[in-house]
């Protein structure tokens, strides 16, 4: 069956780093668009930073431009976000999800779930706190 598994999250200090993983199971993801979203406590979800199938092209949030990364590795099945100088703020369940033929734009978009050709994870808990 088709999976996604978030890993990475945990507690960090507040200016810290911390690496999170999508890998995928059952399917491929070099025709995907993906997507890193997140839902903090008491909020909607909303997107956090996609890439394009070809990693040519990313969208970031403008809460987190210039300090997270987003990137993959269609050879190890993988995509990454990097995030640096984390604020509490950032505090919040990381979701990854997959769609086919959609730009990195439209993907951020995406707010709710079960639309067609989509593949979501279970979410991985980032806690930034001193």
């Known amino acids: 069956q088709l999976q996604l598994v978030e890993s990475g999250g945990g507690l960090v200090q507040p200016g810290g780093s911390l690496r999170l993983s999508c890998a995928a199971s059952?399917?491929?993801?070099?025709?995907?668009?993906i997507g890193w979203f997140r839902q903090a406590p008491g909020k909607e979800r909303e997107g956090v930073s996609c890439?394009?199938?070809?990693?040519?092209?990313?969208d970031y949030a403008d809460s987190v431009k210039g300090r997270f990364t987003i990137s993959r590795d269609n050879a190890k099945n993988t995509v990454y976000l990097e995030m640096n100088s984390l604020k509490p703020e950032d505090t919040a369940v990381y979701y990854c999800?997959?769609?086919?033929?959609?730009?990195?734009?439209?993907?951020?978009?995406?707010?709710?779930?079960?639309?067609?050709?989509?593949?979501w994870g279970q979410g991985t808990l980032v806690t930034v706190s001193s």
């Open positions: 999800a997959a769609k086919p033929l959609l730009s990195a734009q439209a993907m951020c978009l995406i707010k709710t779930e079960g639309g067609g050709l989509e593949v």
């Open positions: 059952g399917f491929t993801l070099n025709y995907y668009t």
């Open positions: 890439i394009s199938s070809s990693g040519g092209s990313t």
